[in-house]
């Protein structure tokens, strides 16, 4: 299916440092969804957004609603050791009936 | 129990056997989802139910059969894997299927996966 154009691929970063990636689409959405994966989990909900313009926060995660609609951002502040794994973007294009997801920014993080 | 449980979470299976994935959901939703998930791979959706519908079949071959009995039960049965079908499999579920004015039906909630191994 469609996928989002998620960036960048993977990160290496030291304890401490901010992080930040998006998600672009061709398509407008009506919600943004960024989501966590730990290996051989299921992906777990961060922050979901749901109009342009939308900042959210979650602890040290922040997450924006593109003005465009057709895209999103997501900052960590603060990397810890546990902010290991693959951070996905998704979520259901306007008039769409079903969800589309990025490629996953997978992000490692020195102690 | 909350959220989505997926049962087993480890499956190992010979090419001619016949095993099932479960899914449950606690959430009072009504659409509930079959994903794959191959290593190094976008996540593929399989299946989609809504209201116990079956509203997307996505050219999954034969051998893997869902069954949604309800709103809160997804099953994948499967039959005569092949090697190549080793994957993670997560279920989830949302409210409905993505509309544009229903904040609910656009969030999905993911189950914590069963990892299948076909030998």
């Known amino acids: 299916g469609q996928q989002l154009n998620q960036s960048p691929q993977s990160m290496f970063i030291q304890e401490g440092e901010d992080v930040s990636m998006n998600c672009t689409s061709s398509?407008?959405?009506?919600?943004w969804l960024w989501y966590k994966q730990d290996p051989g989990e299921g992906p777990v909900l961060l922050i979901a957004?749901?109009?342009?313009?939308e900042l959210t926060s979650n602890g040290r995660l922040t997450a924006q609603f593109g003005t465009t609609r057709k895209d999103s951002f997501l900052n960590i502040s603060a990397s810890i050791p546990s902010d290991v794994g693959i951070y996905f973007c998704?979520?259901?294009?306007?008039?769409?009936?079903?969800?589309?997801f990025g490629s996953g920014t997978k992000l490692n993080v020195k102690p | 129990e909350t959220g989505v449980t997926q049962t087993p979470r480890h499956l190992v299976m010979g090419m001619t056997n016949k095993k099932s994935l479960k899914c449950e959901q606690h959430?009072?939703?009504?659409?509930m989802y079959w994903y794959k998930q191959s290593a190094k791979k976008p996540l593929e959706l399989m299946f989609v139910?809504?209201?116990?519908?079956?509203?997307e079949n996505n050219s999954v071959p034969s051998r893997f059969s869902p069954e949604c009995p309800n709103s809160s039960h997804l099953f994948l049965h499967l039959h005569t894997l092949q090697p190549e079908d080793s994957a993670l499999y997560l279920c989830?579920?949302?409210?409905?299927?993505?509309?544009?004015?229903?904040?609910?039906?656009?969030?999905?909630?993911f189950g914590a996966g069963s990892r299948l191994t076909v030998l």
């Open positions: 139910y809504n209201f116990k519908e079956q509203t």
């Open positions: 957004l749901y109009k342009a313009g």
């Open positions: 398509s407008i959405f009506n919600t």
């Open positions: 989830a579920s949302s409210q409905e299927t993505p509309s544009g004015g229903r904040r609910g039906a656009n969030v999905l909630t």
């Open positions: 959430l009072g939703h009504n659409a």
């Open positions: 998704a979520g259901p294009p306007y008039n769409f009936n079903k969800f589309y």
